[in-house]
């Protein structure tokens, strides 16, 4: 149809097209449009938009969650954000994808000669009740870093505070304890001082070991885009292989296997060599710490001058010797740190944390930028970056790890265990003072039969997936799993390696399915609604637990009442009403979130971690603690830590105070600890090194983000990188299946050279969000001796040529 | 002087002045209609009918001079009339346009999959084609709809399998996703018949409107006005769905 240009002509089709658009109806009509009504429906009439913290990584970004009819149909960034600004990453984008696989769990079952047979929740409840009352003390509680805040609290009470028992770990013991104990070694308390305000103002930014671009792929290209506006940012890649991040890096310093000790001490032996140490703040804000004899979390004091002694060893040559890191490269890392003019942050994650001396490696890193000076201005920090949303948020604050309570607090401490007691108005001494089992302890107890000593007899997993996360899992699993006696509950959304393992399985809800709040990496607390319906008769984590307390209260079991004989989870609406949020069709009659927050909240002020009113969260893209009340009402969050310009606490004419010093003199530590080696290396059999982590694309187990079509055509299967000189040599092609056998295990899996990362020669990195390709069965589980960490990043593997083609066991 | 010498200086002048003439008209010769020696068959003056210039020859000013303006066999537009309706033609262009789209993206302002294999870890080439926008071949690399990230492949991921050799077969669990994703909208709203529509999608991460609505974009969805640069003067984003004040929580 030509367009004819006469004025008259353009009025009259004007005219025609007015009046038969009047006479089809509106634009939304999809008959007059003849479009496709399928499509038409599809698109944006009627969406509403809600914020939501994202499902995956710690970075904690902001997005808006869209909703039409009980489905989510779309996702955006956030852009009123502070942490992302707008942005997300590919899992991110994806995250409304993740409630939609067809095989969501909507149904409790029950194992019953080895099939799972659905059952009611009523049942579900009583066979639960069952298993605590069989022993109460046998009963473990296996938690998580994606636990909202208030399912963890819920799930710490109900432990702690309920059954007495101190057996309630989560899986941040495979991923943050070794943050955790350096922290609390070098500050006295633990998480950052810093927050990601710092990546906007650093000069160089150094990674230890780990792969922002994938991993927390929004802080790195908050970096990295920086350059983009003209900045000037050097970014230092010290590595075992080469990754995403390395392409970005200007400097790449490959280190041998747990030689990143020697590399943190070759720092500090250079400040003190060159004296470019920052005396001033170290006479002001330091002391030297260094290991007692036997080892022990907080050490024994040391005088400068041994500290200095004990690093005199650490020269750039001894330090290339351990590490393979070349001398002139430890002097360029001296140099920098030495530097006055510059901002330096540090970046680490799993490399520094799966560590059989993680606690060891975080404080010297920690020691480092104390040493120099480099702390508490924006862009000077040691920041430990968090993997899993809710680690800090939840598993740390909450303190569900088996010798803590809420708010930093520790279960062997009277005046600690009292302050417990009382905020849950609990009878006196109804806390026990002993610490439970750690992670791999639990398991390896689990593991044990009952006529062996092995006391844990049902572990209540919630959020995560031991059955393809624990390390050397043909020890920590499979005998429990074998044995009649033990018996596993499994809170999940998909069918998981896990639940091929569970004897009763619970169906959950998910994420926006339900209402929560999430701790991110920067101290960073954020709240969400519920905006659809789970699937089926899928039901909070929460309320989960909460119904089997009620049940056990119910049963007569003391433990569930508090010392005024009221059920420990009564919760009462605004008119003094109590509510049964037991039954689930009551459960949101009330906030549930709301109540336990505000109960949960007044732990929050003894190391200072305050947190502010829910009702502040509601309106806030998350806040960061501590969160005073400045005046009536307005609350402000704190960006530096421990800094005199930010942090409210911080001692009146203080630049830097370390108010929870572990010596109690707003110290912080600078610990010297000695290189060791791991206790697995390649030998003349295992002469490889194997290390294993994760891909973009692929949150952790990829229960998730393998049911996400986008996110599995990308990445769908697990793979072997393999240096391509190590193939020629084996006369391995590129995608050859190969044998891979640990000590503890085998595997086969599809070579890939050249791919995703690089690794040197002698070494292998496997990722392990494959569940047909399982890694787990050759990992170590040699663990941190204060953290109890176990370390999936190094020990011993042959790699063989095989004849076959297909991957697997 | 002397007379030999001013005759041999007025010969001169004349010589000069002579081929100073010669080289005037020379140039007013040539710059001219000549004949166009590679087409014989085009003539000076209006040619009322349709001349088709030999295969691979340009048609001449002379040709396109007389006729009006429009379609014709020396330049055709492929573009749809766009308006609220349309005729048949126009509809299955637009469904196709809003299928193809959604081929590559989970729903509107999803990042598009990558339809062509990448190199998995060096710093990608991206911005050599999308970068400006580029068409090879009846193929489009589009321009990027946003401002420019350092990490590309941070949010667009390959569609196939990057890596070499067999793959497992699929879990017979991994059964497929019933996620339906918002479709990108089919037109904007308008106030009346021939109103500039509003924008019918969040511009978050869509800040180039040019690189689905410009020259080298998705039939339908082409701007009949793509002159003008300043395109949210008419067609003014929606304060919800970009989060401006009063818009969503």
Redesign the interface.
């Known amino acids: 149809?030509?367009?004819d240009?006469d004025r008259r002509t353009f009025l009259k089709i004007?005219a025609m097209?007015?009046a038969?658009?009047a006479a089809?109806g509106t634009?939304s009509d999809a008959d007059?449009?003849?479009?496709?009504p399928e499509?038409?429906k599809?698109?944006?009439a009627g969406?509403t938009?809600?914020?939501a913290p994202c499902r995956f990584c710690g970075t904690g970004c902001h997005v808006?969650v869209?909703v039409?009819n009980d489905?989510?149909?779309?996702?955006?960034?956030?852009?009123?954000a502070d942490v992302n600004k707008?942005?997300?990453?590919?899992k991110g984008?994806?995250v409304?994808?993740a409630?939609?696989?067809?095989?969501r769990l909507r149904q409790p079952m029950l194992r019953v000669n080895g099939e799972l047979q659905p059952i009611s929740w009523d049942k579900a409840l009583d066979i639960i009740a069952e298993r605590v009352e069989l022993d109460p003390k046998g009963f473990a509680y296996y938690g998580s870093g994606q636990w909202t805040i208030p399912e963890g609290y819920a799930a710490q009470k109900f432990m702690k505070g309920g059954l007495t028992s101190n057996h309630i770990d989560p899986n941040a013991r495979l991923c943050m304890a070794s943050a955790v104990t350096g922290f609390l070694a070098a500050y006295g308390v633990d998480e950052p001082a810093g927050c990601y305000e710092d990546l906007d103002k650093a000069d160089v930014v150094i990674m230890w070991g780990n792969n922002p671009?994938e991993m927390h792929?929004?802080l790195?290209?908050r970096i990295?885009?920086r350059?983009?506006r003209g900045q000037e940012v050097t970014l230092i890649d010290i590595g075992t292989r080469?990754?995403?991040t390395?392409?970005?890096c200007q400097h790449y310093l490959e280190f041998k296997p747990q030689s990143d000790l020697a590399i943190a001490n070759g720092i500090a032996h250079l400040l003190l060599a060159n004296g470019t140490w920052d005396k001033e703040f170290v006479d002001a804000n330091c002391s030297f710490r260094t290991d007692s004899e036997p080892r022990g979390l907080f050490g024994d004091a040391m005088s400068f001058e041994d500290y200095k002694a004990a690093m005199a060893e650490y020269t750039p040559e001894r330090v290339e010797q351990i590490s393979g890191v070349p001398a002139k490269d430890i002097r360029m890392l001296g140099d920098l740190f030495g530097r006055k003019d510059i901002r330096i942050t540090s970046l680490w994650c799993m490399g520094m944390n799966q560590h059989t001396e993680g606690t060891a490696i975080n404080t010297l890193v920690h020691g480092i930028h104390l040493l120099s000076g480099h702390f508490g201005k924006p862009g000077d920090a040691p920041t430990s970056l968090t993997g899993q949303p809710s680690a800090c948020g939840t598993a740390r604050e909450v303190g569900t790890l088996a010798h803590l309570l809420p708010g930093g607090r520790l279960v062997a401490k009277e005046p600690h265990r009292k302050d417990a007691e009382e905020y849950w108005n609990l009878p006196a001494g109804r806390i026990d003072g002993k610490p439970g089992f750690h992670t791999l302890k639990m398991f390896e107890d689990w593991c044990t039969p009952k006529s062996k000593g092995g006391s844990i007899h049902t572990i209540w997993v919630q959020v995560t997936n031991p059955g393809q996360t624990m390390p050397n899992r043909n020890k920590l699993l499979e005998p429990g799993v074998k044995d009649p006696n033990k018996f596993m509950i499994v809170s999940e959304v998909y069918?998981t390696a896990t639940t091929e393992i569970a004897d009763l399985v619970l169906p959950s809800a998910m994420w926006v399915e339900k209402n929560g709040m999430f701790g991110n990496s920067e101290r960073r607390t954020q709240q969400w609604f519920r905006m659809v319906k789970p699937p089926g008769d899928a039901r909070d984590d929460c309320w989960q637990t909460i119904a089997v307390a009620k049940r056990l209260f119910d049963r007569g079991f003391a433990g569930m009442k508090d010392k005024d004989g009221k059920f420990l989870f009564h919760i009462e609406d605004d008119s003094g009403k109590a509510v049964p949020i037991w039954n689930w069709s009551n459960y949101y009659d009330v906030n549930v979130d709301k109540h336990l927050f505000e109960e949960y909240r007044l732990f929050s002020r003894l190391k200072h971690k305050d947190l502010a009113p829910y009702d502040e969260y509601v309106k806030a893209r998350g806040m960061r603690w501590p969160v005073v009340e400045t005046e009536p009402g307005v609350w402000r969050e704190t960006k530096f830590r421990f800094s005199g310009f930010d942090d409210p606490y911080v001692a009146e004419g203080r630049a830097i105070d370390f108010y929870h010093s572990t010596t109690g003199d707003s110290r912080a530590q600078i610990w010297f600890r000695k290189y060791t080696d791991p206790p697995e290396m390649p030998d003349a059999e295992y002469p490889m090194w194997l290390c294993t982590g994760r891909v973009?694309?692929h949150w952790h187990s990829g229960t998730m983000t393998?049911?996400?079509?986008?996110?599995?055509?990308?990445?769908?299967?697990g793979?072997v990188e393999l240096n391509r000189d190590d193939a020629a040599e084996l006369s391995v092609d590129?995608?050859?299946?190969v044998r891979l056998t640990t000590r503890r295990g085998t595997l086969d899996l599809?070579?890939?050279i050249?791919?995703?990362?690089?690794p040197p020669r002698g070494s292998v990195f496997v990722p392990f969000f494959d569940e047909?390709?399982l890694i787990n069965f050759l990992t170590l589980d040699a663990h941190d001796p204060f953290s109890k960490q176990p370390d999936y990043k190094k020990c011993a593997v042959k790699v063989s040529k095989l004849s076959k083609?297909?991957?697997?066991r | 002087m002397s007379e030999e010498e001013a005759s041999g200086g007025a010969a001169l002048q004349i010589g000069f002045a002579l081929i100073l003439g010669v080289a005037v008209l020379g140039f007013f010769v040539g710059t001219g209609d000549g004949e166009d020696l590679r087409n014989p068959l085009v003539t000076h003056g209006v040619a009322d009918e349709e001349v088709t210039p030999a295969p691979g020859a340009m048609p001449s000013y002379a040709m396109i001079r007389g006729k009006g303006?429009?379609?014709d066999s020396d330049w055709a537009s492929e573009r749809k009339?766009l308006?609220?309706?349309g005729?048949?033609e126009a509809?299955v262009g637009?469904?196709a346009a809003?299928?193809d789209r959604a081929a590559n993206r989970?729903?509107?302002?999803?990042?598009p999959?990558i339809p062509h294999p990448v190199r998995?870890?060096?710093?990608a080439e991206c911005l050599a084609c999308h970068e400006d926008t580029f068409s090879v071949r009846g193929k489009s690399a589009s321009a990027m709809s946003h401002a420019?990230?350092?990490?590309c492949?941070?949010?667009?991921?390959?569609?196939?399998?990057?890596?070499?050799?067999?793959?497992?077969p699929p879990?017979a669990?991994?059964?497929?996703?019933?996620?339906?994703?918002?479709?990108?909208?089919?037109?904007g709203?308008?106030a009346?018949?021939?109103a500039p529509p509003t924008t019918?999608?969040?511009t978050?991460?869509r800040e180039n409107c040019m690189s689905c609505h410009g020259p080298n974009g998705r039939d339908p969805m082409v701007t009949p006005h793509p002159e003008r640069q300043s395109c949210q003067q008419c067609h003014p984003p929606s304060a919800?769905?970009?989060?401006a004040p009063g818009g969503?929580?």
């Open positions: 149809m030509t367009i240009t004007g097209a007015a038969t658009a089809a634009p007059a449009t003849g479009l496709d499509l038409r599809r698109m944006g969406v938009w809600d914020k808006q869209g039409k489905k989510v149909v779309a996702i955006a960034g956030d852009k009123l707008g942005l997300l990453c590919v984008y994806h409304g994808l409630l939609y696989g067809e095989d671009a792929p929004v790195f290209s990295i885009d350059r983009s080469r990754t995403r390395t392409a970005h069918p973009l694309e393998r049911r996400v079509p986008q996110l599995a055509r990308a990445m769908p299967q793979y590129n995608g050859e299946v599809p070579v890939w050249d791919g995703r990362g690089a047909r390709l083609t297909t991957a697997g | 303006r429009g379609q009339a308006s609220a309706g005729s048949g509809l637009k469904t809003l299928t989970a729903y509107d302002g999803a990042p999959t998995q870890r060096a710093a420019e990230y350092a990490s492949t941070q949010c667009h991921v390959v569609s196939e399998a990057p890596m070499p050799g067999a793959m497992l879990d669990t991994f059964a497929a996703n019933s996620f339906v994703g918002m479709v990108s909208p089919s037109e709203e308008r009346w018949a021939i019918p999608h969040h978050s991460m919800g769905m970009d989060q969503a929580r």
